[in-house]
């Protein structure tokens, strides 16, 4: 059982930087992704970033170069730093971990980020 509590979110102007923090607790040795997601209103839930037990990274193509997702895991906490923001990321940022096998996935409440224009 992992439980994951999402901070950071705020109000930012365009252009502006925010970093996400997603603290983990329980078994968190189990698990093999963290990942960031958001959702704006109306929209589906899309993957942002995530990162795996091993390191390595992924990046939706639209926050490359913007978004950096790291890992403290004597904190058992993963971060989000958001640079350059856009309106358009202006979303519900989720935390999100996964184990592949057996199968089960933790998503945190989410945390508000809205960049205004």
């Known amino acids: 059982q992992v439980q994951l509590v999402e901070s950071g979110g705020g109000l930012v102007q365009a252009g502006g930087s925010l970093r996400l923090s997603c603290a983990a607790s329980?078994?968190?040795?189990?698990?093999?992704?963290i990942g960031w997601y958001r959702q704006a209103p109306g929209k589906q839930r899309e993957l942002v970033a995530a990162i795996t037990s091993g390191g390595t990274t992924t990046y939706a193509d639209s926050m490359k170069g913007r978004f950096t997702i790291s890992r403290d895991n004597a904190k058992n906490t993963v971060y989000l730093q958001m640079n350059s923001l856009k309106p358009e990321d202006t979303a519900v940022y989720y935390c999100?971990?996964?184990?592949?096998?057996?199968?089960?996935?933790?998503w945190g409440q989410g945390t508000q980020v809205t960049v205004s224009s």
């Open positions: 329980g078994s968190t040795f189990s698990v093999n992704v």
């Open positions: 999100n971990a996964e184990r592949l096998w057996p199968r089960w996935t933790s």
